[in-house]
């Protein structure tokens, strides 16, 4: 969405048809309500086509940039699902649970982090809401029973719904990063903002005021056939028409969570494009394939293009030597640096940690120049803008922003550490974990004593204690968990939790800490969660990967394997004779063998198997 001069409000975008521009006067009942909207391509009189072409609107995207206007963003995007009614379609209910959770906790993810707020200087000038960006979580799936039987809808029928839903504890308590999806079933309709489901718009994102607190939701009609939804907002089929619109409209609000309050282009818009609208809106029509699922691409400053993801593949060999490749799986390998003991990747950065305890850093592209940052380090991590490094004499050092921003000092006698979004833990050598939240002078707050290992995940922390896992979610000051006992290792994505027991037992969990467990796989030696991946090393050398719900069957991919990584979107493996074989989209799609002489492999995930 965009505003237009005068203070009116106009929408950009068509998945199906053509890109088209809405004009709108102010909302004449003073709703704070919002927002960027995915128009139909039959407009309605007051639409303006911008093109009647089907193909993706490059002309569009040219020399555009996205820039922040002071607005928040979602920094860990918070995604329920609520389904209206008892009969939206079953092809929804089904597939939009799974696809949100790979959606959140997925590599498009990883590259929004160029949109962090955190010290940086919005065009007026003014107060920045200093955030930053990570992966998120499914926080549920539900079907409610709203309290009217209307099928013509308002944006005021959805938020007193919404409000209603959460005050009888049918919904998550809304946060700061909640977004509240909402389906909508075959014959009822919605008009928001005076933009009509299936006539102006194939979803729609919005924002109003609950209990002094901005909420975030998003609509979603039924696209089924005689919808008008069904023409118009795609050229896949139905779940995939909606699994991108949706992606369209959570990475929107994630990067522009209060566009709604807005009514000229000024705060609480985040970031926006004056002349395109939302990062959306940019790539309009954009479709992409990532793992099993369709998405939209969505608009990058940093390489200045649409695009879905930058994955990367990064691997080290047994002579020390890093290599990296992005784009797809048949891309030339970079030989970036040799001498090399650790290394870490992000879709915007590479770091090596070379054998004489140099920690070197390039960003950009595979050909940038590598910059010294610090030497005598013993570990080191990066995180969107944030480079951490423990040194040998065991002080954190941190910093932030570009590669020649100054270190801050953190904290000493540290043994292990970690980032995540706007987190940062570490676990002293005296057992007790400590975790600040927010700018790097944040306060330390002690979480736990006697911890052997731990882990961060969106707004989740997990602690190993003798032999038990703990776990809290939200705030710092939140009560743990006690998960389950006999652990020997654990990892956390999403809304997903994974231990895996002293008998080798790996079970796994989702939604919140109070759901049952159920029990995966015997025989395994290590595992990694993925969005709705699970995938798992049994002790026979078989990795075996499951994809969709808890219950759903465990395809063994390869044998012969040492180690493996996982994400959304590929497998990598790592066999016993040190070559490297990936795999990208469904399970049963082919291996690719790759390079040989490796000793380890990342796929650019957050390390999340403690």
Known sequence: MRPLVGGSLAVCFSLGMTACMLENGPNSNDEDVSSSSLALSSAPKRIAAVSSSAAPNASAAAGTSLKYYGGRVLSSVHVTAVFWG??????VTAGMPPFLRALTDSPQLD????YNTMNVTPVDGGASSNQI?????????????????????TAADVQSEISRQINLGVLPTNDDNSLYVVYLPKGTTATIDGYASCVDFCGIHSTFSL??????????PDFSAGSGCDNGCGGGTMLQNISTVTSHEVIEATTDAEVGLASTINRPLAW??????????????????VGSYTIQNEWSNTFGRCMATNERVAALTTSGTLFVKEGGLGSSWANEIGGVKAYAVTPQRIGALGIDGVLRVKEGGLSASWVVEIGSVAAFDLSGSRIAALGQDGVLRVKEGG??????????????????????????????????DGQLGASWVVEAGSVQSFALANDRIAVLTGGSLLVKEGSLSGTWANEIGSVQAFALAGDRIGA?????????????????????????????LAGDRLGALTTDGTLRVKEGGLGSSWIPEIGG?????????????????GALSIKEGGLSTAWVSDLAGVSSVSLGTPARTH
């Open 86 to 91: 008892g009969s939206v379609n079953g092809t």
């Open 111 to 114: 590259w929004l982090t160029e």
């Open 211 to 220: 209990n002094g607190r901005s909420a975030y939701y998003a609509v979603i």
């Open 500 to 528: 895996l027991t002293t008998d080798g037992t790996l079970r796994v969990k989702e939604g919140p800490l109070s759901a049952i467990w159920v029990n995966e796989l015997g025989s395994v030696q290590s595992f990694a």
């Open 403 to 436: 590669l020649s921003a100054l270190w801050f000092n953190e904290i000493s006698g540290v043994k292990s550490f970690a980032l995540a979004g706007s987190r940062i833990a570490v676990l002293l050598n005296d057992g007790t974990l400590r975790v600040k």
């Open 561 to 577: 394997v040492a180690s493996f990584d996982l994400s959304t979107t590929r497998v990598a493996a790592r066999l016993t004779s």
């Open 272 to 289: 926006y494009d004056p002349a395109n609208g939302e990062i959306g809106d940019i790539c309009s029509k954009q479709q992409a394939a």
């Open 133 to 153: 960006l990570a992966r998120g979580a499914l926080k549920g799936a539900t079907a409610i029973t709203p309290a009217s039987n209307k099928t013509s809808l």
